[in-house]
């Protein structure tokens, strides 16, 4: 079906969709996702990946923390605003309830922003409503990305300009091989750039030099998506998917949460190595811990629905301190 063309599925809680899978190791299948569930495969802009590691750059915002977030400053001058959100607010399509009130955020290239705030303040909900999902609607305000309408857009035409997004708690989908999902986006993307489909050989050679990165065994990729994964494979296939798909804007939600102490050095790495001085990254977390590994440009605290502090990395060391509270909408 024509949803599903582009493999960027997302599917409401009424309705079902289904997808065709096929390689020469299974037989063609189909793909359900039934309500309340909903998958974003997201397809963005294939280009060789340089797994060079970006230098990163030395923070620029100054220590203290700003009250009312500015959202243009203290970003490296030249540089090029490649997500713009202004006075946005959402609502829960379903209930009509307002989450997010008023958020405004400006992404530059090759920035590293991480949000952080309490459970509920609706941070996944910020990188949900960045992606299209049909379970928000969007209120007022305003999503430039690349100078485009991101609220004209379609969600896989979101993952084709250039934004992935990597789910709090990615689904499982039974029955439904890691080489095949992967190689199903990665050939929707390449015709729709009309560039001619990969055979399911050369793919896994593609996909065999992404392994390392994320520090998996090939073994792996005889998994199916998600079947039974610890929480740290998850995190990993993720990572993967991000490898394989490439992407301008990589949106993390909870991209460290549950994982040990190796799998956070693995996942962070394998980040790490996929930055370039163009690409940016939207992180959402709980755990400084990352912050090691990748470093933020900026951090941002979110609570009740807006932003309502950005700082460098000296606001986290605020938050160890004194929590959430001090930045808490009384
Ligand atoms: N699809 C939804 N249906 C009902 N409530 C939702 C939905 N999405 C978010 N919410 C509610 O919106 C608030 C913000 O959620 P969320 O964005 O997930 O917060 P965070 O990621 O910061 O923990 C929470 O109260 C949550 O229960
Ligand atoms: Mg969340």
């Keep these: 079906m024509a949803s599903m063309a582009v493999v960027n599925l997302h599917v409401s809680t009424t309705t079902k969709t289904h997808c065709t899978l096929s390689s020469p190791s299974s037989s063609t299948r189909k793909l359900t996702i039934l309500p309340s569930h909903s998958l974003l495969f997201h397809l963005p802009a294939i280009r060789p990946l340089h797994l060079h590691h970006r230098s990163l750059k030395p923070l620029k915002a100054t220590l203290s923390a700003v009250d009312t977030p500015a959202v243009t400053d203290g970003h490296d001058e030249g540089s090029k605003p490649l997500l713009e959100i202004r006075g946005l607010t959402a609502v829960i399509a379903e209930s009509k309830q307002q989450i997010l009130k008023g958020v405004n955020l400006v992404i530059n290239q090759g920035e590293v922003h991480a949000v952080m705030g309490k459970n509920g303040s609706g941070k996944s909900t910020l990188s949900k409503v960045i992606t299209g999902h049909p379970d928000y609607e969007v209120t007022g305000g305003s999503i430039v990305f690349k100078g485009e309408n991101l609220l004209h857009m379609e969600?896989?035409?979101?993952?084709?300009?250039?934004?992935?997004?990597?789910?709090?708690?990615?689904?499982?989908?039974?029955?439904?091989?890691?080489?095949?999902?992967?190689?199903?986006?990665?050939?929707?993307?390449?015709?729709?750039?009309?560039?001619?489909?990969?055979?399911?050989?050369?793919?896994?050679?593609?996909?065999?030099?992404?392994?390392?990165?994320?520090?998996?065994?090939?073994?792996?990729?005889?998994?199916?998506?998600?079947?039974?994964?610890?929480?740290?494979?998850?995190?990993?296939?993720?990572?993967?998917?991000?490898?394989?798909?490439?992407?301008?804007?990589?949106?993390?939600?909870?991209?460290?949460?549950?994982?040990?102490?190796?799998?956070?050095?693995?996942?962070?790495?394998?980040?790490?190595?996929?930055?370039?001085?163009?690409?940016?990254?939207?992180?959402?977390?709980?755990?400084?811990?990352?912050?090691?590994?990748?470093?933020?440009?900026?951090?941002?605290?979110?609570?009740?629905?807006?932003?309502?502090?950005?700082?460098?990395?000296?606001?986290?060391?605020?938050?160890?301190?004194?929590?959430?509270?001090?930045?808490?909408?009384?």
């Design 155 to 330: 969600p896989e035409e979101r993952s084709l300009a250039g934004i992935f997004m990597s789910f709090q708690s990615p689904i499982e989908i039974p029955g439904v091989n890691i080489v095949d999902f992967l190689l199903m986006g990665y050939n929707e993307r390449r015709k729709k750039l009309n560039e001619p489909e990969v055979g399911p050989l050369e793919f896994l050679q593609i996909l065999s030099s992404k392994l390392d990165l994320v520090n998996m065994k090939s073994e792996f990729l005889g998994r199916n998506v998600n079947e039974g994964f610890s929480g740290g494979e998850r995190k990993r296939n993720e990572i993967l998917q991000l490898a394989v798909l490439g992407a301008d804007l990589a949106i993390l939600d909870e991209i460290d949460s549950g994982l040990d102490v190796d799998a956070l050095r693995d996942v962070g790495k394998a980040v790490n190595g996929l930055l370039t001085p163009n690409k940016s990254i939207l992180m959402i977390t709980h755990y400084q811990q990352i912050f090691k590994i990748i470093e933020p440009t900026f951090i941002h605290i979110m609570d009740d629905g807006r932003i309502v502090k950005t700082g460098d990395i000296g606001l986290a060391k605020v938050l160890d301190k004194e929590g959430y509270k001090s930045f808490s909408v009384p």
